[in-house]
């Protein structure tokens, strides 16, 4: 029996050793626990394996980057250039129902902040550092030489993104971006700072400040795309639409994986583009005007509680009319406008509400940390006194008139328009404060609206929070929420300190005293300081104002004390100048803290990258040689032709029968010029502003063969914006020549790029064509060289 039995313990025996020897190997591998501050995570140094044998050993855990265990989905939710006053989860006069659903089961806030412009907005609340820190001072387009304002975000201010991907989150960003230094938007990059660099796994969406809703500029990921070919597309609808893609498939393909959704819509900045039906919807709603609706909505604030029952309603500022003052066709265009606004904001809440209902739909609404932010800034006031059927107007210093726009009242808002609404409006849609958007000093340039929406972490719904909050204190809400730590090293960078506070304290203690104490403002020389209740501020210049400013020493100085006064109405400086004059103090300290010196209250000289002192792609250069199939090139990363003398030479190919379409445009149908081939004739069209049009056009169809086309524009000079003379050669004889009477002297668009052989977008020129097909040059381009003087 014994030696039966006697095998069968020697097996046994082998077993057990293989088994401890393994044992052993997997706890000398064993993954220590995983810091986190430095990222990305290092992988675990394992000992050497000194076993012969595969089936002698155990392979040791895989390693894997794994966000913590709980930690929610992200979805941050960021509308632009949208005022406290406009929703009606704020006491606004349009209904926001998938806003006002998410604050019924999550929490408002009422005193949140931003920093009242777009690209400063984003940084900072995506870095957790304020603007200035991230070298930010301005949107990317006014960047200068200046620490602060250089457009250039720094290593050193890792964004959220980033900090979550490389802790295992998935991470995708749809819409608009602005957050990339003007003269790295070329296909040469460098791509640090677009999307997929800053810690985004997936982007759809646009590069800049603002783009045509109907026909947008479009990134995937780098790579520029065309739009998909859809009746009435419309780019908030097709931004949902990838959004919603791909929370799916990312839960789908890996449901333990949490995923972080950045979903900024290029909705509600200008051009204010929507589909007529929901323009419609609010028809006749505006016909009281402004001032009452502004009154109305200040009393339905006070009702619900929005804002505390002792707030006043201050005075408009002076420059806005008063609605009574108007004549009747101001009034008709005025309502009009906000009509079409009021769609756009009911339009952009209802594809939130698609993103909403598909989070639901997957399961994952429960641990989903959602933050709804109405608004990267106040309403917006770069519309002017009148309005603009062009926004590029205010950006070339063209007032339009009533007149003017009347007739197009019908179109507003259509592709046929490229709007943006009276002043007027976003003093009322920013009630109840005075001042807009641009205007860093009062809170109707830095109080938006925020919702915040996560069951498993907010105990009861419904509530408001009162406590003083700003852009920066999302992302550190964000890294608590999710059991991570601020990370000390990014790919291997020193981080600067995020400098907001966490709001998770609030989230479940509603009378939790606040913690973000001190906080600075700066936009364009309009700046202030807050502390413990006490709010110091300047109004050094309106947003419709461009020119020449005051000098910054001769600001005068307010203070309030916001604890009892919310909307600002009550100037305390003449009872308390001494508190006035620590508060100025106070700013000074802080700004030199954080790079907001020297304060630059230029506008449209900074659009020049000459007067701004920011880089140039093209340096000094004067001559810019381009080959076919060089489309999508931005305006500050091509040679620039305004307010310069300019020759352009192109060397084509007509085949046998003929040639038509575009050889180089720049712009779009609100604002350019094209050199093309219409019906087979040479033609130069300078289009200013989408209001009048330079044609110079050869009378005779070009023959088969090579040919040189040369265009020569020789600038009068004596300031900018000026006109010229356009000459029209074809192998080196004239054919034709014209006068431009008037040019664009600041841009020609904020999104239309300049193409060979085709027309990207909307047509520069009249009877070629729409779009990259239609105006596509059916001739060869061998050559065409811009030379400027």
Request: with cysteine; glycine share 10%; proline share 7%.
């Amino acid at each position: 029996m014994i030696s039966i039995l006697r095998p069968f313990a020697w097996v046994a025996m082998a077993i057990i050793a293989i088994s401890q020897a393994a044992i052993a190997q997997s706890e000398s591998n064993a993954t220590p626990p995983l810091d986190r501050t430095r990222l990305p995570i290092a992988e675990p140094t394992l000992k050497p394996i000194t076993e012969l044998d595969v089936r002698n050993t155990k392979p040791p855990a895989r390693f894997q980057v794994a966000a913590p265990q709980g930690a929610p989905n992200v979805v941050i939710i960021l509308i632009d250039d949208l005022g406290f006053g406009a929703t009606s989860t704020f006491g606004g006069p349009i209904p926001t129902p998938t806003l006002d659903r998410l604050a019924k089961g999550g929490l408002r806030y009422n005193n949140f902040h931003t920093t009242a412009l777009c690209s400063p907005t984003r940084v900072a609340l995506k870095s957790g550092r304020n603007h200035h820190t991230c070298n930010t001072g301005s949107i990317m387009e006014t960047a200068t030489a200046y620490p602060g304002n250089t457009g250039k975000i720094p290593n050193s201010v890792a964004p959220l993104a980033e900090m979550l991907r490389l802790n295992g989150y998935s991470t995708g960003a749809f819409g608009k971006w602005h957050e990339t230094a003007a003269w790295e938007t070329s296909v040469s990059g460098p791509f640090d700072r677009w999307p997929t660099h800053q810690g985004f796994d997936k982007f759809y969406g646009f590069i800049g400040g603002e783009t045509d809703q109907w026909s947008p500029l479009i990134f995937d990921g780098v790579i520029r795309i065309n739009p998909p070919h859809k009746e009435g597309y419309h780019f908030t609808e097709d931004m949902t639409d990838q959004a919603i893609n791909w929370i799916k498939a990312q839960q789908s393909l890996t449901p333990d994986k949490p995923f972080f959704t950045y979903f900024a819509t290029g909705a509600t900045h200008a051009p204010h583009h929507v589909p007529k039906e929901w323009i419609e919807k609010f028809h006749g709603k505006f016909d009281a005007g402004w001032d009452k609706v502004r009154q109305a909505s200040y009393e339905r604030q006070k009702q619900s509680g929005v804002i505390p029952a002792n707030t006043q309603l201050p005075p408009r500022p002076e420059d806005i009319k008063a609605w009574e003052s108007l004549s009747d066709d101001e009034r008709t265009l005025f309502a009009r406008q906000a009509e079409t606004f009021a769609g756009f904001v009911g339009h952009t809440d209802h594809h939130v509400g698609r993103l909403i209902d598909a989070i639901e739909e997957i399961g994952q609404m429960d641990n989903t940390l959602i933050f709804y932010i109405a608004g990267d800034n106040g309403t917006s006031a770069e519309g002017g006194m009148v309005g603009m059927f062009n926004e590029m107007t205010y950006f070339n210093g063209v007032q339009e008139k009533v007149a003017d726009l009347l007739p197009l009242i019908d179109k507003w808002g259509s592709p046929e328009t490229f709007p943006h609404m009276s002043a007027g409006w976003a003093v009322a849609f920013d009630s109840p404060f005075t001042w807009t958007k641009q205007v860093a000093s009062d809170f109707g340039g830095t109080r938006n609206g925020l919702v915040v929406h996560w069951p498993q972490g907010i105990k009861k719904g419904g509530g408001m929070r009162k406590q003083f909050s700003h852009v920066i204190d999302v992302a550190p809400t964000v890294l608590e929420a999710a059991s991570l730590p601020e990370p000390e090293v990014v790919n291997g960078t020193p981080q600067t300190p995020i400098e907001g506070t966490s709001l998770l304290y609030s989230f479940n203690e509603a009378d939790a005293p606040e913690r973000h104490t001190t906080q600075y403002f700066e936009i364009f020389g309009n700046r202030a300081i807050y502390r413990d209740g006490w709010f110091a501020r300047t109004i050094h210049r309106a947003p419709w104002n461009t020119g020449k400013q005051k000098p910054l020493t001769e600001d005068d100085w307010d203070l309030y004390n916001v604890h009892e006064d919310f909307s600002l109405a009550n100037n305390l400086a003449a009872d308390h100048p001494e508190k006035v004059e620590e508060m100025k103090a106070l700013f000074m300290t802080e700004a030199a803290k954080y790079k907001v010196l020297p304060i630059d209250d230029r506008v449209l000289e900074r659009i020049n990258p000459a007067t701004a002192g920011r880089p140039d792609l093209m340096g000094s250069r004067t001559s810019l040689t381009l080959y076919e199939g060089m489309n999508g090139m931005m305006e500050n990363t091509f040679i620039n032709v305004k307010n310069r003398s300019t020759t352009i030479t192109a060397d084509i190919e007509i085949p046998k029968g003929g040639a038509s379409g575009a050889l180089l445009v720049q712009g779009g149908r609100y604002g350019g010029w094209s050199l093309h081939l219409r019906d087979g004739k040479p033609a130069y069209e300078y289009n200013w502003l989408g209001l009048e049009r330079f044609v110079v056009e050869s009378p005779t169809v070009l023959s088969e063969g090579k040919s040189t086309i040369t265009l020569d524009f020789e600038y009068e000079g004596g300031g900018m914006g000026k006109g010229g003379i356009a000459k029209l050669s074809v192998d080196g004889k004239q054919v034709a020549e014209g006068r431009i009477a008037k040019t664009q002297g600041y841009i020609f668009s904020a999104d239309e790029t300049a193409d060979v052989g085709l027309d990207n977008q909307t047509p520069v020129a009249l009877g070629i064509g729409y779009g990259p097909t239609e105006t596509k040059f059916t001739g060869k381009i061998h050559k065409i060289v811009v030379d400027v003087k």
